[in-house]
């Protein structure tokens, strides 16, 4: 049944590989603890996981991804026909420490940018995040088909394979014109490892951030939209976010110098 539930994900759900393989090593070894205390898969209660999981001296994060894929399974399971707990949807984790996203300097940025000692194709997949906010494994799969030059607008393809919309201004459009010569239909011609190495020195050159990650720019590119007064269910949309609480997250960006704030706008 684990293997079906894992081709589920996979062919239904669109997960990554990485998400399916994690969730069948968290279920692999639930199943291995469950044989050694006499328990059967399909009859584990809500108490047998939730004791399982609470002896793991793991990590919060891990925490959670596991009970969530033990909630996601035994849902399934139930969806199925079979009659597991349905309280397993109830399983309990640690609260995580809700983190600041990192965000870096825009005159950072706009420095990186502008060296020309930088590599084009690098340059422009920098600006490419900064004015779109698209993750570096959705500017790799990108594809001149994908880019509506009358529109100013990329369809791109998301996590789960969820499609969206963003749009491109006219200092990205520059960017792309002058650097980006397309390898049999992609945009880029790096792989993820090269592409985050090469993004990473290049920023590293100008920005003093503490992570000068793709990522990084992402987080950018939403934390200025929000601080310029985008609405926020605007931004879960560019960011491809399923949730608005994930796009939330940049409130606490914006709000973390409030005492500043107060003072220069008090006056």
């Known amino acids: 049944?684990?293997?079906?539930y894992l081709r589920y994900l996979q062919q239904?759900?669109?997960?990554?590989?990485n998400t399916i393989k994690s969730y069948g090593h968290y279920l692999s070894d639930l199943s291995l603890y469950l044989r050694e205390v006499g328990k059967v898969e399909m009859a584990a209660t809500l108490n047998d996981i939730q004791i399982y999981l609470d002896a793991l001296r793991l990590s919060p994060s891990t925490k959670k991804l596991m009970a969530s894929a033990y909630?996601?399974?035994?849902?399934?399971?139930?969806?199925?026909?079979f009659d597991t707990d349905k309280n397993i949807r109830y399983l309990e984790t640690p609260k995580l420490a809700k983190r600041i996203p990192h965000t870096i300097n825009v005159e950072e940025i706009a420095a990186t940018l502008n060296d020309k000692s930088i590599n084009g194709e690098v340059r422009a997949m920098i600006a490419l995040i900064r004015y779109t906010g698209l993750r570096i494994s959705e500017v790799l799969n990108l594809r001149l088909s994908d880019?509506?030059?009358n529109r100013m607008s990329i369809n791109v393809s998301g996590k789960g394979a969820k499609e969206r919309v963003v749009y491109y201004n006219e200092t990205l459009r520059n960017y792309l014109n002058a650097n980006v010569r397309p390898t049999e239909g992609k945009l880029f011609r790096f792989s993820d490892r090269e592409a985050r190495y090469l993004i990473?020195?290049?920023l590293t050159k100008h920005s003093t951030a503490a992570y000068n990650s793709p990522h990084i720019l992402r987080h950018t590119f939403a934390s200025d939209l929000l601080g310029n007064g985008c609405?926020?269910?605007?931004?879960k949309e560019l960011l491809g976010h399923e949730s608005v609480k994930t796009t939330e997250g940049y409130l606490r960006v914006n709000n973390h110098n409030v005492k500043s704030d107060y003072l220069q706008y008090c006056g």
Do not use: C, F
Not at 12 to 17: A, E, I, R
Not at 71 to 81: D, E, T
Not at 231 to 235: A, K, V
């Open 12 to 17: 239904t759900k669109g997960y990554s590989n």
């Open 71 to 81: 909630r996601s399974y035994y849902r399934w399971l139930r969806h199925k026909g």
């Open 231 to 235: 609405p926020l269910m605007t931004i």
């Open 1 to 4: 049944m684990v293997q079906e």
């Open 147 to 149: 880019i509506d030059k």
């Open 200 to 202: 990473h020195a290049a």
